[in-house]
Structure formats: C-alpha cells, structure tokens
C-alpha cells in the first residue's frame, strides 16, 4: 500500500491544515457544510447514482450527517468505509438505525465491524457509482491529498479492477481552507486523481 508520510512536501502541508481546520470556527464549519450538501444534492450525479460511497465524517472535515438521511430517504443504496490494519472495505447501511447504532472508533468515528455480514460493495457484484469522499487538501484540477495511509487510493483502484466497465464519479467535499494551488500538492503516481471538488 502506497504510504505518503515520507514525502517532505505533504508532511507539511498535512500539518498546515490540521492547524486551519482546528482552528475554524465550528459555525463556519457548519454553513460551509450545509452549501456543500445542497450543491451535492442538486447535483446529476448525485441525482442519477442508484448506489453511493458516503464517509461518515470528523469535526475536521465537512459534515456529511444531512446528505447521508438525504440517501436514505431518497432510497440509494448506502455504503460507508471500515477499515481493518491497511484494508479499507465498503460496507451496506440501510437506515438511520442502524447508523446511529454503530460503535465508534478511537479516532470517535462511527464504523461498521467488518464481520457483521453486511453487503460488500466490492463482493456484492454491482460496486459503487459515485464515492463522496473525504481528503486533507485538494487542487481545483482534481488533485487530493488524504492523511498519507493510501486507504482511498487503494480502494478506487481495487474498485475499478473488480468493476473495469462501471461508470464511477469521484466526488471530494471540502471546505475553501483546503483548496490549494496545484504547486503546493506534489501528486504522485498512486494518487487517484478527483472528477470534481464540492466546496463551500
């Protein structure tokens, strides 16, 4: 699995953005938040995707609490990530119940365990079509930088060879902190790169 940690250029730009986004406000957070649902929901493919890959998301990153009762209520097929030492699985949640019933992490966020049986997106025989996904910063031409373990890389990646003839969205959500220019995020060749960027 490709490890970003060793890479100078990241490593700095990680920390640089821990600190902005512990440090914005929680109101901002919020509004920021509810634009990006909005623009998320409006958007076609959201719109069109029968079965969607949604992070259950942290206080660092954009809250994606609305859009996941919004994918329930509209009926989509939900799948959240848990993860297990380096593997990273996409799981079925079929309600708010079972949502809220889920155990918490030691990094507080909500995740399935990987034995309770539930539908594998990867093993289910249709996979995803659109993956709203979480990131540390981003570019305006689809570049992504996540927290260095390659969790996502690696699952887009095994998604695509599973699935080579699926039609697959990748969609980021982020907050305007973490937009950065193309220079300040050194891509690499296991970096996935991102069909769009929802901001706030």
């Known amino acids: 699995m ?50 969607i890959s949604i992070y259950l998301s942290t206080h660092m990153e954009v809250n ?20 297990e030492g380096e593997c990273m ?7 708010l119940h079972e949502y809220n019933s889920l155990p918490f992490t030691k990094w507080k966020i909500r995740q399935p365990d990987i034995r ?11 996979g995803i079509d659109l993956f709203l996904i979480p990131g540390v910063a981003f570019t305006r031409s689809g570049g ?16 695509q060879s599973t699935y080579p003839h699926k039609k697959v969205t990748l969609m980021a959500l982020a907050f305007r902190e973490q937009i950065v220019d193309d220079h300040e995020l050194p891509l690499e060749e296991h970096d996935v790169r991102i069909h769009y ?3 706030g």
């Open 64 to 83: 994606t609490t609305y859009l996941l009762s919004e994918c329930f209520r509209l009926e989509k097929h939900v799948f959240v990530p848990t993860y």
């Open 89 to 95: 699985e996409m799981l079925r949640l079929r309600n």
């Open 144 to 159: 992504r930088m996540g927290h260095g373990m390659g969790y996502f890389d690696t699952y887009l990646k095994r998604h």
């Open 197 to 199: 960027i929802i901001t």
């Open 2 to 51: 490709a490890k970003n940690l060793t890479n100078p250029l990241k490593t700095a730009l990680r920390k640089r953005m821990k600190d902005i986004l512990e440090f914005l406000p929680s109101e901002i957070k919020e509004l920021q938040s509810k634009a990006v649902t909005e623009k998320v929901l409006q958007s076609e493919a959201f719109r069109t995707a029968e079965r």
């Open 116 to 126: 309770d049986g539930r539908e594998n997106a990867l093993t289910n025989g249709h």
